[in-house]
């Protein structure tokens, strides 16, 4: 089963959500890709890098590491996180742009498949660190629309006609108002 929190956070929101995770254990950032199947932590580890924002990356406890798992891409030659059979939160966070927030999340399942097709319960300590990470994550964020969370300084921006708050699907952007959602047509 698949827990997620979705957000739109602006730089100074993304140094408050690494602040409120810290306390709750040692924990690196992974590249999603590497030339080996082996964990490749991020060079930044100790600052979230707030310029390139955070696509591509998961967060892993540091006790968790020779649990993760690697699948190989044929084509590329690369190997990727298999979120789904490792103990790891998909981190999903974008830099402003264009005076855009883009939409944000964090992600992880709780399960896993077996060989057989069968789902399979993950390390219980590591559902539980998980779920206690996407529980600090919205704190102090105002929930919108019942289905995602505004950061502090985001929201700020947002009344002051700074910026939009985007999420770009396949062939449309949605912007999110106070009010409603815009679907705008082509690629942004």
Known sequence: M???????????????????????????????????PAPLISAKNAVWPKAKGLRGRYIARVCDLAD????????????FIDELESPVIEVGIWPVRD?????????FSSTS???????????????????????????????EQNFYYLGVTAETLRQEGKVELVER????????????????????
């Open 169 to 188: 699907i396949s062939d449309a952007t949605r912007v999110y108002t106070p009010d409603s959602i815009i679907l705008r047509r082509g690629k942004a």
């Open 113 to 143: 498949v077996s060989e057989s097709g069968f789902k399979l319960p993950k390390d219980k300590d590591f559902v539980g660190w998980a779920k206690k990470v996407l529980k600090a994550a919205v704190k102090g964020l105002h929930r």
């Open 2 to 36: 698949g827990h997620q929190v979705r957000f739109f956070l602006s730089p100074e929101d993304v140094e408050a959500l690494e602040d409120r995770l810290r306390p709750l254990g040692e924990y690196v950032l992974l590249l999603a890709e590497g030339e080996r």
């Open 99 to 107: 005076n855009q927030i883009q939409m944000g999340r964090l992600y």
């Open 68 to 79: 993760v798992s690697y699948r190989l891409d044929e084509k590329s030659g690369s190997y």
